[in-house]
């Protein structure tokens, strides 16, 4: 999108011109006005569920099966619309550390020197690398042509039934699902309009390659 810039020429539409959202309240992402070729201007409002991981590549290829068809059969039931997400973050390995360090007070002088040893390793292995997790947002949205009022509270509901819907079948799966703070909502947001490299001290062409799928399997793993 071009915009007139002060010498007369177009120039580049900042960011904020590509960003759907206008606000955030309540916890929900209300868009901005959405002006129909028919019909009456409306806004998106959407609930943004944080998604936790259950690790299917370690189960048995029965249970695998099994997880799979019953996931099948749960998404089946979400006859709403609904997108899913997926970022990368880098990983947080503080828990990591805090069991190292109870397990090393527990732990004989030998195996305490080894834990030990461990955990100065990955703390010199992760401030090389890029260490980076997906992470799953679901985004359940539902339209509105007011932002007060019985029409908007209707809407909310609506929204925050079917975020409900969608937290309460997952569960039985065991995959943890809650509503995405406002802060992750926000980075969640910036992140996709603002990708940037991660602050490492590491050089410019590793920061990339850390970023870069290297064979056909990270790719399809990707």
Do not use: C
Not at 29 to 46: C, N
Not at 71 to 92: G, M, N
Not at 185 to 198: A, F, G, N, W
């Amino acid at each position: 999108m071009l915009i007139p810039g002060r010498n007369g020429r177009r120039s580049p539409a900042s960011t904020q011109e590509h960003v759907p959202v206008a606000m955030m309240r309540d916890g929900l992402i209300i868009s901005r006005p959405i002006a129909p070729s028919r019909g009456v201007p409306y806004r998106i409002v959407a609930r943004v569920l944080r998604v936790g991981v259950q690790e299917i590549t370690r189960m048995s290829e029965d249970d695998r099966a099994d997880f799979l068809r019953r996931y099948a059969a749960v998404v089946s039931r979400w006859r709403f619309p609904y997108q899913i997400i997926v970022t990368r973050e880098r990983q947080d390995l503080d828990a990591f550390y805090r069991r190292l360090r109870r397990r090393a007070r527990e732990a004989r002088r030998r195996e305490r020197e080894i834990i030990e040893g461990l955990s100065g390793w990955m703390r010199r292995v992760t401030e090389q690398v890029n260490p980076q997790v997906p992470v799953y947002f679901i985004v359940v949205p539902h339209p509105t042509t007011a932002l007060e009022g019985e029409g908007y509270e209707k809407a909310v509901k609506e929204v925050e039934d079917r975020a409900r819907l969608i937290v309460n079948t997952l569960a039985p799966l065991g995959v943890p699902v809650a509503p995405a703070t406002e802060d992750e909502v926000i980075r969640m947001l910036y992140e996709m309009y603002h990708p940037r490299l991660p602050n490492l001290n590491t050089s410019p062409r590793s920061q990339v390659l850390s970023l870069m799928a290297r064979s056909r399997s990270e790719v399809e793993q990707r």
